[in-house]
């Protein structure tokens, strides 16, 4: 039978390189730990090496079932912060092997200029960073004028998140975004000492300072929103900002959960990523996503119910949304005969494509309508 392609709204391709050697932890390991040796890995590669990674994961990308995926992109420059001499060259080799294997990209080039509030950039993070907002958005527009008529690639823009970049810079970002209709992304909300900074720093939480930067709305998504309060929650909702959710990646780093049954009764639209890639398979992130939020209420009533078996079809609804894609999304055939999903009645399908499905029900990767 055929569904939708699911949607990645949220992936950093490189990161693949992170399988095993990653999960090195020890005692007092934790999301800062990780970083480091993502550091470490993200200062190895040239745009050819950008351009390999980024096939490979792809190509699992696309046979697992994905049809499109937002890389939220921040490995801009050569390892001591200088430009390359075609500046956007590591966003091109990006964009370049997701069409070497038909996958649709939206680029998400991010801001990045600082270590956080007062702290400029690491060593580790030189070639992550702009010297100002001005210098990144000349380079958005230089890629914009690369991708268009290029069919299959999109480009929205992000912030990093609230401790790479000042409030100007947020502001400047949505102000640009808003002009020219493009999809517009953040990580907000992942870690704890990420809130605590932005109190320190702003008095308000990430939430509140995007809105106050005029940064959330329907265009806008927020990635992770697991540490939130009621109040953000209801700013996201009546902003008709999207949420990201990453379950694999954000179980991996041990970030939390998001609190899927509050955005779900205050309506707030979901999307999903495989962010570091520690899984790809987006069977496997909705289970975790519908599994998180069932274990969290200690319900069975949670979003699939809610969507009456179609929350497949609304996560795929969500990531086109959120990455600005207006075309339908592209069909993939799965097969019901395998050991997911044989015996299972037409009409239980759709419930075991949540709970009981991974990518190897997936016979033919994504075709065009
Ligand atoms: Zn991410």
């Known amino acids: 039978m055929r569904i939708p392609a699911m949607v990645n709204a949220h ?54 079932g994905y049809g499109a995926v937002g890389e939220f992109h921040y490995v801009h420059h050569q390892p001591d912060g200088r430009p390359y001499g075609e500046r956007n060259a ?10 070497s294997v038909g996958l649709e990209i939206v680029l998400l080039p991010a801001a990045y200029h600082r270590a956080g509030p007062g702290v400029p ?24 004028v690369w991708a268009s008529g290029r069919e299959g690639v999109h480009v929205g823009v992000a912030v990093h998140s609230v401790r790479a970049v000042p409030a100007s810079w947020i502001e400047a970002v949505a102000a640009y975004a808003e002009r020219h209709e ?16 932005c109190l320190d720093e702003h008095g308000c939480t990430p939430i509140e300072l995007l809105e106050r930067c005029g940064f959330l709305g329907p265009r806008a998504s927020v990635v ?29 780093l041990g970030d939390g959960y998001q609190p899927a049954l509050a955005y779900r009764d205050a309506g707030v639209r979901y999307a999903l990523g495989s962010d570091s890639q520690v899984r790809i398979d987006p069977f496997e992130e909705v289970r975790e996503l519908e599994t998180g939020a069932r274990r969290e209420g200690e319900t069975r009533y949670a979003l699939l119910a809610a969507t009456d078996g179609k929350l497949w079809e609304r996560l795929v609804e969500g990531g086109r949304a959120s990455l600005g894609l207006t075309a339908p999304a592209p069909e993939i055939e799965i097969g019901l005969e395998g050991p997911d999903m044989a015996g299972i009645a037409p009409d239980d399908v759709p419930y ?18």
């Open 90 to 99: 590591m966003a091109i080799a990006l964009a370049e092997a997701a069409l």
């Open 11 to 64: 992936s950093h391709a490189f990161q693949i390189e992170l399988r095993g050697v990653g999960e090195r932890a020890h005692p007092d390991d934790d999301f800062w730990a990780w970083r480091t040796e993502m550091y470490r890995l993200a200062g190895k590669h040239d745009p050819d090496a950008m351009h390999a990674v980024g096939k490979r994961c792809y190509q699992e990308m696309a046979d697992a």
């Open 224 to 252: 992770h929103g697991i540490h939130v309060s009621e109040s953000d929650i209801a700013l996201l909702a009546s902003s008709g900002t999207i949420v990201v959710a990453c379950p694999t990646t954000e179980g991996n």
């Open 182 to 197: 493009l999809a517009r992304h953040v990580h907000a909300c992942e870690q704890r000492r990420e809130l605590a900074e």
């Open 352 to 369: 075991a494509l949540a709970t009981c499905a991974s990518a190897s029900v997936v016979l033919a990767p994504v075709r065009a309508r």
């Open 121 to 144: 950039p690491s060593q580790g993070q030189l070639r992550f960073c702009d010297p100002n907002v001005e210098t990144f958005i000349e380079r958005v527009d230089e890629l914009r």
